[in-house]
């Protein structure tokens, strides 16, 4: 779906969901595919009629270039005329008029004082060498002068803080940064379970290509995580339904006796609608899981076993399919440049005006996001490069780090390093993020 379509139906969201009917459109859709037999069952498990309008908004999203011109004629079709004729006038203004609809545009009118600068105060203040009636000099006193003389910064004055080396000798050590009620404990051993979905072959109908160079990366994480004290499952080539059930099965285990849980996830990924987390991966059926779907299977009403427990994300995929040339700073790295290292991007395909139908699952409110950290190998909407002989730059460099930090450095501060590091790679650029619900620090068991 173009940028005019999705703006579109942001735009008449509200109304849509407010008066959509949506039982009388599943035959419809159906029958013009815009939707899967699975893909209606999700919608309709959603929830009230309303949650299920919202879904299905959601959805339509990312159908397809035509997927707005075919949801008006299930909406004539059914019956739902108003709606229709508001989304098809609405589409003919805008493809007349490209700026009639730009709600991301609007730039905020800055208002504040115009010229307004306080004026010193004055204060008339004595000459002691003239003390005679009427022989006052008026003195235009700082705000030093004007604090009581306990207060002045010369007389009360804290002592700086000693900064933190944070150089090649990493913290410090563990025991600098550890508090009890600041850290999270990791003493069990296994610490906890580590799921790897490693999708590397794909359909060829979903249009996606093979991902050489993804069992490089299946394989460091699998040795790094087992170093790290985990139970480690790798899970291949599964369908986007193979993969929830996959989740699923995790977070129905009993977690009670362990302290953390981990799920990294190696696949081709794309921009999604959300709430909380942004972006979506695919099975291998061509069908997006939304990460915010995939974070809810293990909050604390489905599993509760892990309440307060640190979970972790590692998502090596797409957030989309612009590319980021980057801009120019005084050293480059060469790295990625070289003959046979061309990289390849974990994107949605793209072919001249054609779009894959690619939609996401449903997107569900997290209500106590706590204790959750997502770490995406690639800011949201951008792709996210891989090497066909040395595996991803991020799955790669994170690591390379863990090798070398985890055992004196907490989880965010190896991130920032692998933040770091990624963004200088390559002619094309990628930044890692992460969004970060942790309470405490987190320190893996390294020894």
Same mark, same amino acid.
């Given at each position: 779906?173009?940028?005019?379509?999705?703006?579109?139906?942001?735009?008449?969201?509200?109304?849509?969901?407010?008066?959509?009917?949506?039982?009388?459109?599943?035959?419809?859709?159906?029958?013009?595919?815009?939707?899967?037999?699975?893909?209606?069952?999700?919608?309709?498990?959603?929830?009230?009629?309303?949650?299920?309008?919202?879904?299905?908004?959601?959805?339509?999203?990312?159908?397809?270039?035509?997927?707005?011109?075919?949801?008006?004629?299930?909406?004539?079709?059914?019956?739902?005329?108003?709606?229709?004729?508001?989304?098809?006038?609405?589409?003919?203004?805008?493809?007349?008029?490209?700026?009639?609809?730009? %709600?991301?545009? $609007?730039? /905020?009118?800055?208002?504040? !004082?115009?010229? #307004?600068? @306080? &004026?010193?105060? *004055?204060?008339?203040? =004595?000459?002691?060498?003239?003390?005679?009636?009427?022989?006052?000099? %008026?003195?235009? $006193?700082? /705000?030093?002068?004007?604090? !009581?003389?306990? #207060?002045? @910064? &010369?007389?009360? *004055?804290?002592?700086? =803080?000693?900064?933190?080396?944070?150089?090649?000798?990493?913290?410090?050590?563990?025991?600098?940064?550890?508090?009890?009620?600041?850290?999270?404990? #990791?003493?069990?051993?296994?610490?906890?379970?580590?799921?790897?979905?490693?999708?590397?072959?794909?359909?060829?109908?979903?249009?996606?290509?093979?991902?050489?160079?993804?069992?490089?990366?299946?394989?460091?994480?699998?040795?790094?995580?087992?170093?790290?004290?985990?139970?480690?499952?790798?899970?291949?080539?599964?369908?986007?339904?193979?993969?929830?059930?996959?989740?699923?099965?995790?977070?129905?285990?009993?977690?009670?006796?362990?302290?953390?849980?981990?799920?990294?996830?190696?696949?081709?990924?794309?921009?999604?609608?959300?709430?909380?987390?942004?972006?979506?991966?695919?099975?291998?059926?061509?069908?997006?899981?939304?990460?915010?779907?995939?974070?809810?299977?293990?909050?604390?009403?489905?599993?509760?076993?892990?309440?307060?427990?640190?979970?972790?994300?590692?998502?090596?995929?797409?957030?989309?399919?612009?590319?980021?040339?980057?801009?120019?700073?005084?050293?480059?790295?060469?790295?990625?440049?070289?003959?046979?290292?061309?990289?390849?991007?974990?994107?949605?395909?793209?072919?001249?005006?054609?779009?894959?139908?690619?939609?996401?699952?449903?997107?569900?409110?997290?209500?106590?996001?706590?204790?959750?950290?997502?770490?995406?190998?690639?800011?949201?909407?951008?792709?996210?490069?891989?090497?066909?002989?040395?595996?991803?730059?991020?799955?790669?460099?994170?690591?390379?780090?863990?090798?070398?930090?985890?055992?004196?450095?907490?989880?965010?501060?190896?991130?920032?390093?692998?933040?770091?590091?990624?963004?200088?790679?390559?002619?094309?650029?990628?930044?890692?993020?992460?969004?970060?619900?942790?309470?405490?620090?987190?320190?893996?068991?390294?020894?």
């Amino acid at each position: 779906m173009d940028e005019a379509d999705r703006q579109l139906l942001r735009r008449c969201r509200l109304r849509l969901v407010g008066d959509l009917q949506v039982t009388p459109l599943w035959d419809a859709l159906l029958k013009r595919e815009l939707f899967t037999p699975d893909m209606i069952d999700d919608i309709q498990q959603a929830g009230s009629r309303r949650d299920q309008a919202r879904q299905l908004i959601t959805d339509l999203e990312t159908r397809g270039r035509q997927a707005l011109p075919l949801f008006i004629c299930c909406l004539e079709e059914t019956g739902q005329d108003t709606l229709a004729s508001l989304l098809r006038t609405s589409r003919q203004v805008t493809k007349r008029d490209p700026e009639a609809i730009r %709600p991301l545009d $609007l730039e /905020p009118a800055v208002v504040g !004082p115009m010229g #307004l600068k @306080p &004026e010193k105060p *004055r204060v008339m203040k =004595p000459d002691p060498s003239n003390l005679a009636p009427g022989n006052v000099t %008026p003195v235009v $006193l700082g /705000p030093e002068e004007l604090l !009581p003389a306990q #207060l002045r @910064p &010369e007389v009360l *004055r804290p002592e700086a =803080p000693r900064p933190v080396d944070i150089g090649s000798e990493g913290l410090g050590g563990q025991e600098k940064l550890r508090s009890a009620h600041l850290v999270y404990v #990791l003493d069990a051993d296994p610490c906890g379970h580590c799921l790897i979905i490693n999708n590397v072959n794909f359909c060829p109908a979903s249009e996606l290509g093979t991902r050489t160079g993804s069992n490089i990366d299946c394989e460091k994480m699998r040795r790094r995580f087992c170093q790290l004290h985990f139970h480690v499952t790798v899970r291949g080539d599964l369908t986007a339904k193979e993969m929830l059930q996959a989740l699923a099965e995790l977070a129905r285990q009993d977690h009670q006796a362990l302290d953390c849980c981990v799920v990294i996830i190696l696949s081709h990924g794309c921009q999604a609608s959300h709430l909380q987390f942004p972006g979506a991966v695919y099975g291998t059926d061509g069908c997006p899981v939304s990460v915010e779907r995939i974070v809810n299977i293990f909050n604390g009403t489905s599993c509760p076993s892990l309440g307060g427990k640190p979970k972790l994300f590692f998502i090596q995929a797409c957030g989309g399919e612009q590319k980021d040339h980057g801009f120019e700073v005084a050293c480059m790295s060469p790295d990625d440049e070289g003959p046979g290292s061309s990289p390849e991007a974990d994107a949605v395909p793209f072919q001249g005006d054609l779009e894959p139908l690619d939609q996401p699952d449903a997107v569900s409110s997290l209500p106590t996001p706590s204790d959750i950290l997502v770490s995406y190998s690639t800011f949201p909407g951008f792709v996210s490069w891989r090497n066909t002989e040395r595996g991803s730059w991020y799955i790669e460099t994170l690591d390379s780090i863990l090798e070398h930090w985890a055992s004196s450095e907490d989880l965010q501060y190896l991130l920032l390093r692998v933040a770091n590091a990624v963004s200088e790679k390559g002619i094309y650029k990628q930044i890692p993020g992460c969004f970060n619900f942790l309470r405490k620090k987190l320190f893996f068991k390294t020894k």
